[in-house]
């Protein structure tokens, strides 16, 4: 039975057998399940098509969350790709708001896939998605991209915790952005080296990214992280296909990011007791929140 343990061990069972990441994951899983492909498949076709009910709904709302902190973005963000002023491409425009569509949907307690957690959930959705859309890619394809993300938070996951209240937000954003950009490669028939190249070059530039909502609500900056996370996974997917490779090794970018968590100081680890958590406007809303929160009604914007 394949038992990846390592990203080491995945190239060299690919290589090995000559297959894919994709095909590589589907057989581990069936042997560790006992399910069958096509019960695994229906499975994760479920899964992805879950990601782009929530990503369709969240791009046409501008119900705000309960707190009142976000909600909206996403469509603000869609309505203004056609402006004269908007700089980036249609295909970049639509990362960033299929990524704030899912984290405002989870903010508005819809139904979303976490993907590696709730906090991380638009990373995949929003790059593979958008791509799917604009390139018209295959289901099949996109498909492929999804497994290819989940084993690679798998492997991840077993070298460190993949929690921000564990790790910080690198284990969350940063892991979901890698899982994207491993994810994207597949999708475009990348190689499995690339795959891993892609996904190493992805985590270590958010190596370190702490962990510090605002009142402790999976709000801000988590819907903003998630709206730009999705960029940076093509921008390393691309890197990856174009032939550039990570010095260090996947297994060695991991066992980094646990290194960096334990140091990290638990201010900065979910608990809104440092960072953008402390300035003095997420304070004065922490206050308002903590007093209001029994309250029906919404709480209104913080103000600067």
């Keep these: ?28 899983e069936e042997a560790y399940s006992g399910k069958q492909r096509e019960e695994i498949l229906a499975g994760m076709r479920a899964i992805l098509q879950q990601m782009r009910d929530t990503v369709s709904s969240g791009i046409n709302s501008t119900e705000k969350s309960m707190s009142g902190l976000t909600g909206g973005d996403a469509k603000r963000v869609m309505d203004f790709m056609n402006q004269p002023e908007c700089f980036l491409s249609p295909i970049e425009m639509k990362m960033i708001a299929f990524g704030l569509a899912t984290l ?18 638009g990373s995949v959705p929003a790059a593979l998605i958008a791509v799917e859309q604009d390139k018209q890619v295959n289901p099949e394809q996109t498909l492929k991209g999804l497994i290819t993300a989940g084993v690679i938070g798998e492997i991840t996951a077993r070298r460190m915790f993949l929690s921000g209240s564990a790790a910080g937000c690198q284990a969350e954003v940063g892991v979901a952005t890698g899982m994207a950009a491993g994810g994207l490669v597949e999708m475009m028939g990348g190689t499995p080296e690339q795959v891993v190249h892609a996904a190493a070059i992805s985590m270590q530039n958010l190596m370190g990214l702490v962990c510090d909502p605002v009142a402790g609500l999976v709000e801000v900056p988590c819907v903003v992280r998630n709206g730009l996370s999705g960029v940076q996974a093509a921008a390393s ?24 968590g334990k140091l990290m100081h638990p201010s900065l680890k979910e ?5 953008l958590a402390q300035t003095p406007v997420a304070k004065a809303f922490t206050e308002r929140f903590k007093s209001q929160k029994n309250s029906p009604d919404v709480i209104s914007e913080p103000k600067e």
Aim: net charge negative; aromatic share 6%; charged share 15%.
């Design 104 to 121: 405002e949907e989870n903010s508005r307690m819809k139904r979303i896939v976490a993907c590696p957690t709730a906090g991380g959930s």
């Design 271 to 275: 608990t809104a007791e440092g960072g």
């Design 1 to 28: 039975m394949p038992n990846f343990n390592s990203f080491q061990e995945l190239l060299t069972y690919c290589q090995d057998n000559q297959c894919g990441v994709a095909e590589a994951a589907l057989r581990y």
């Design 237 to 260: 997917a691309t890197m990856a296909l174009a032939g550039v490779k990570s010095f260090i090794p996947m297994d060695q970018v991991v066992e980094a990011m646990a290194a960096v």
